[in-house]
């Protein structure tokens, strides 16, 4: 007696997957990742825009640094 079957068989269906509630701690991790996630964009586009940097460079630190040791 000869097979009819050939070729590859159909795999065999994974099983669901059951939903989980989220508790308070994860929903917070979320939206604090989330929030890092969109203040990290908007420094970057703030840097690709090509502005001067926040703090007055090197020449402001070396300003403030002598004035705080000649008093």
Known sequence: MSS???GKLKPLKAAKKEKKEETEDEAAFKQKKKEEADAL???REKAMK???LVGGGIKKLVDRFYSLNSN
């Open 50 to 52: 090509g502005g001067p």
């Open 4 to 6: 009819r079957q050939g």
């Open 41 to 43: 964009k908007a420094a």
